[in-house]
């Protein structure tokens, strides 16, 4: 007799407990949205699917909540019918060794639940076939701007062949106003392994594939900075091959575009980090326009000091961290493929004075 109290009360504590956990994870739900929805740190500090700024991220951000809303309206009915199943029939003092009513099929109740659902999957199809019709196939304007974007293990390579240009990691991109749309389309190529280019905040995400050539496009509503992140695990420093967007204004960019079309300073003053430069295995991999510097296995240092943050965003682009880049890369993107180049104190303190004038 005592033995059988003691059952029914850890049942009945166990059941106490499955209950709890039920509403914490219910409770957990739009908890968990809230701290999505909000932006700590102001302006853009981290890369949020939330909070779109261009029309393809901005379609994908109105189907997933509609998608959000089908399903979670299917998550409420379901529960609420095993919740109530559940407590309804459950197990009484009275109908212990008893079986529950045995019922054999419903012809109503199984159509019911077989058209439903098929209803169901076809209006997310529809509306997920109508969103990737709308992205993929948007037309490109006269006034859009070409980029190429290359995945490197591990860091970006931007050309603009109408414009002449190539740079790093760093992408600059005009605003687009909704009255003369100039859209940006970038084509995607890899120049090893598998890469993707995400920026949440300005479009889905794109594989960059080595002889596969892809593409998408955004059209940025406002400037600022846009942060993404390679997003296909291409190797050890994945997790540093960092993007950053900067949307600018029409007159900025204009500015931008005709800083980086010229020539690179030459600077008579640093001759000799220059010389250490050109005499080092550094030209096999960078390039410096208009020098014999024609490397492209790197990041093109043309401009080097237009960009705030060097390494694809591993570290910013300030003297020391120059310095140290050159002197150990892997102090602050270990299993980079730049390799230590084990420089004198003096060479490499001309070196960087070098550097710092590719303005
Ligand atoms: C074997 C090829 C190779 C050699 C030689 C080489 N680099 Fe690099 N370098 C790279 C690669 C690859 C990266 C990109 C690393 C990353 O971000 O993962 C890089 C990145 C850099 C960067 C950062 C650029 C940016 O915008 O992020 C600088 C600066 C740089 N190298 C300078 C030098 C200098 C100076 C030398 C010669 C002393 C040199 N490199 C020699 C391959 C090389
Ligand atoms: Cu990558």
Not at 7 to 31: E, Y
Not at 153 to 170: D, K, M, S
Not at 258 to 264: D, F, N, S, V
Not at 277 to 283: G, L, R, S, V, Y
């Amino acid at each position: 007799m005592k033995q059988m109290t003691e059952t029914t009360q850890k049942a009945h504590w166990g059941m106490v407990l499955g209950r709890a956990a039920i509403v914490v994870l219910l409770a957990g739900i739009p908890f968990a949205a809230g701290l999505c929805a909000t932006n700590p740190g102001g302006d853009n500090a981290v890369p949020n699917i939330f909070q779109p700024q261009s029309t393809p991220a901005d379609s994908i951000k109105q189907l997933s909540d509609f998608v959000l809303a089908i399903t979670g309206m299917i998550f409420v009915v379901v529960f609420s019918l095993l919740i109530y199943a559940v407590i309804k029939f459950r197990q009484r003092a009275g109908t212990a060794d008893r079986e529950p009513a045995q019922v054999y099929g419903s012809t109503q109740i199984e159509l019911a639940w077989t058209i439903i659902p098929i209803l169901i999957v076809v209006v997310l199809f529809l509306a997920t076939a109508r969103v990737i019709h709308a992205v993929q196939d948007a037309p490109k304007p006269a006034t859009a701007i070409e980029i190429t974007a290359i995945g490197h293990q591990y860091w970006w390579e931007f050309r603009y062949p109408g414009l002449g240009i190539v740079t790093a990691n760093e992408l600059h991109i005009p605003v687009s106003d909704p009255a003369l749309p100039t859209p940006t389309f970038l084509k995607l190529l890899s120049a090893d392994t598998d890469h993707s280019f995400w920026i949440p905040q300005l479009a889905g995400k794109t594989d960059l594939i080595p002889n596969h050539p892809n593409s998408m496009w955004m059209d940025p509503h406002r400037t600022g900075i846009f942060l993404g992140q390679c997003a296909q695990y291409c190797g050890t420093q994945h997790a540093k091959m960092l993007l950053r967007v900067s949307v600018d204004s029409p007159k900025d960019f204009g500015a931008w575009v005709r800083a980086q079309q010229k020539p690179a300073i030459q600077d008579e003053k640093v001759i000799a980090g220059r010389r250490v430069f050109e005499t080092t295995a550094c030209i096999n991999c960078h390039a410096v326009g208009g020098s014999a510097a024609n490397g492209r296995f790197g990041p093109d240092l043309t401009h080097l000091m237009s960009r705030e943050t060097i390494a694809s965003g591993a570290a910013e682009n300030t003297k020391e961290n120059l310095r140290l880049w050159i002197q150990k890369p892997d102090a602050i993107k270990p299993g980079s493929l730049m390799p230590a180049m084990q420089l004198n104190d003096e060479d490499l303190d001309a070196l960087v004075n070098y550097l710092e004038t590719l303005q």
